[in-house]
């Protein structure tokens, strides 16, 4: 049974940073994509990351881009997302997803979609506060 479990979240304060980490197990094929995933309440869960098994291929929101890095260790089968000068506006519960294939995903097919994803952690709060 493919299982995931987020750790290293916490509260920072603006300007900060943050590893979040994603241990994978159960994973029966080569090919799948883990997603970072959050949700701040009163909103929807929104993507803001993934990254491919096969290839490395990376996807980031916009509101993210350039501050939140995405990168596995396919070794460990866990995927981490390095999160810099952390905003108010990036507190939320972040959740990783993972979903495997037998050919190697695309992720114009998933990005942004929670329903492809297979598995999803039990979430890690984030909160960036003064």
């Known amino acids: 049974q493919l299982q995931l479990v987020e750790s290293g979240g916490g509260l920072v304060q603006p300007g900060g940073s943050l590893r979040l980490s994603c241990a994978a197990s159960g994973l029966r094929s080569d090919y799948y994509a883990i997603g970072w995933f959050r949700q701040a309440p009163g909103k929807e869960r929104e993507e803001v990351s993934c990254i491919t098994s096969h290839d490395g291929s990376t996807w980031y929101a916009r509101s993210v881009q350039g501050r939140f890095t995405i990168s596995r260790d396919n070794a460990k089968v866990t995927v981490y997302l390095e999160m810099n000068d952390l905003k108010p506006e990036d507190t939320a519960v972040y959740y990783c997803?993972?979903?495997?294939?037998?050919?190697?995903?695309?992720?114009?097919?998933?990005?942004?979609?929670?329903?492809?994803?297979?598995?999803w952690g039990q979430g890690t709060q984030v909160t960036v506060s003064s």
């Open positions: 997803a993972a979903t495997e294939r037998t050919t190697p995903v695309r992720l114009p097919v998933i990005v942004g979609v929670p329903d492809e994803y297979d598995a």
